[in-house]
């Protein structure tokens, strides 16, 4: 994994709310207006847990007594996604929170359309899912080891038997723990 970068937070909010401004529709009018972005600009953003792996943003009630509104919300980022590789990724991540800040709480087709503005939407998709093996396989203890052909795969349990053997080429599995380089 690389290193994290000197980048916050706050930098990503105002990088993400002022591409927002530009987003127009065919006509050339303006898809979030100033008070969209001013809303936006009020809700916090903090961290996911640190062994979140599959989920790398989350829009949730800030007050859980009260149903979620746009002026009941807070954004939770996978902190893994603040790495130089991955900023890019992390507007993605956090415009698609932001979609759901401004009142569409559901990924429905309109949800999709309005997320599908963000340019090289296909590319993000990709890049979300390499983000998340990275992490699977930074949590991974074992790895099961085809005897003949080399084929890997990492787990995050021993659960393993002797006679397990790898489908495709039938060589016997070996199970081999991992060793993590500390941090
Ligand atoms: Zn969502
Ligand atoms: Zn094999």
């Not at 991974?140 to 052909?149: F, L, N, P």
């Not at 495709?168 to 060793?179: A, S």
């Amino acid at each position: 994994m690389s290193k994290s970068v000197n980048f916050d937070i706050n930098k990503l909010r105002n990088i993400v709310i002022s591409k927002m401004k530009f987003f127009i529709d065919i006509s050339g009018h303006r898809i979030f207006s100033d008070d969209d972005l001013s809303i936006l600009s009020e809700i916090k953003v903090s961290y996911l847990s640190r062994n979140s792996i599959s989920r790398h943003g989350l829009t949730t009630n800030l007050d859980k007594s009260k149903r979620m509104s746009n002026s009941n919300c807070l954004v939770r980022l996978n902190r893994n996604l603040f790495q130089e590789n991955y900023l890019s990724y992390a507007e993605f991540v956090l415009f698609h929170e932001y979609i759901h800040c401004l009142g569409n709480f559901t990924h429905n087709k309109e949800f999709r359309l309005i997320e599908s503005l963000w340019p090289n939407k296909k590319e993000m998709n990709i890049i979300g899912k390499k983000l998340t093996k990275e992490l699977q396989d930074s949590k991974s203890k074992w790895a099961w080891t085809c005897s003949k052909c080399g084929f890997i795969v990492r787990k995050s349990t021993r659960k393993f038997r002797s006679n397990y053997f790898h489908k495709e080429c039938k060589g016997k599995l070996q199970n081999i723990p991992i060793i993590h380089p500390t941090k």
